[in-house]
């Protein structure tokens, strides 16, 4: 089983724009980012 954490980020107006028109998931997005920042520091 999975859990989840629920955190809170800040971004730029100029970024929550960018992340709407192009429909980013930033939950997805982050998590993605961390595993490969996990996995090269492994």
Known sequence: M???TR???S???DQAEW???NHLNLSSFVQEK???LIEERS
């Open 2 to 4: 999975c859990v989840a």
């Open 7 to 9: 955190k809170n980020i």
């Open 11 to 13: 971004i730029r107006d």
């Open 19 to 21: 992340v709407e028109q």
């Open 34 to 36: 961390l595993d490969e």
